[in-house]
């Protein structure tokens, strides 16, 4: 049976737990201020990564690409006694509601937020990391892969988002995609919630 992709998007999102009034108003901010306003993980996905980092209970967490927050902050909640997530992007603006939302979330003392070029962040930054979620300039997929991959933790997780945008003429995501399956280094599976979230470990 085929389905619609913004009725299974709404299905998905009244099939779950409702956001926090924070994130849900934090939602409506991006959308009154942001020009891509659909970067934001929302409700459906944010839980998701919620339940992951809840399972997975990483000490420490890399986030490249931050936009208003929503993704960090669900990943925070979710986060051990401990636990960290340190969270890049190149955006004040964004960064800035990032952390107001991180505060009123009660979960700021979990995150470090810095405005950097992330590239050039991780080149000189030291692993492991138990965890690492990439939602960011989607032609430099690869190359934040490839720099974080070396400095994943043993049993550690790469999370790419938007990855079913290889399907859309995405020349970004579509090399990266590729990139990942012809790399005998890991294993990864690509997981078809809102536009894609794509798991990988080293085998």
């Known amino acids: 049976m085929a389905y619609d992709f913004d009725e299974v998007q709404d299905y998905a999102e009244a099939n779950t737990t409702a956001p926090l009034d924070a994130l849900r108003r934090l939602g409506?901010?991006?959308?009154?201020?942001?020009?891509?306003?659909?970067?934001?993980?929302?409700?459906?996905?944010?839980?998701?990564?919620?339940?992951?980092?809840?399972?997975?209970?990483?000490?420490?967490?890399l986030e490249?690409?931050?936009?208003?927050?929503?993704?960090?902050?669900?990943m925070a909640r979710g986060l051990p006694?401990?636990?960290?997530?340190?969270?890049?992007?190149?955006?004040?603006?964004?960064?800035?509601?990032?952390?107001?939302?991180?505060e009123e979330c009660g979960v700021a003392d979990r995150i470090e937020y810095r405005v950097c070029?992330?590239?050039?962040?991780?080149?000189?930054?030291?692993?492991?990391?138990?965890?690492?979620?990439?939602?960011?300039?989607?032609?430099?997929y690869i190359e934040y892969y490839e720099a974080v991959l070396p400095k994943l933790a043993d049993g550690g997780l790469i999370l790419a988002d938007n990855?079913?945008?290889?399907?859309?003429g995405n020349e970004g995501i579509a090399a990266f995609n590729a990139h990942v399956m012809a790399d005998a280094r890991v294993?990864?599976?690509?997981?078809?919630?809102?536009?894609?979230?794509?798991?990988?470990?080293?085998r």
């Open 28 to 61: 409506e901010e991006t959308e009154a201020t942001q020009r891509a306003p659909q970067m934001s993980v929302g409700a459906n996905e944010g839980a998701f990564l919620r339940f992951v980092v809840s399972l997975m209970k990483p000490m420490r967490v």
């Open 64 to 74: 490249i690409g931050v936009f208003t927050g929503w993704s960090g902050i669900e």
């Open 81 to 102: 006694p401990g636990g960290k997530i340190l969270a890049l992007d190149v955006e004040e603006e964004t960064t800035a509601i990032a952390r107001r939302y991180a």
């Open 117 to 140: 070029d992330a590239k050039a962040e991780l080149a000189k930054l030291d692993g492991p990391f138990d965890l690492v979620f990439i939602d960011a300039w989607k032609p430099d």
């Open 163 to 168: 990855t079913l945008g290889g399907l859309d």
């Open 187 to 202: 294993e990864s599976v690509l997981v078809p919630i809102r536009d894609g979230v794509t798991f990988i470990r080293r």
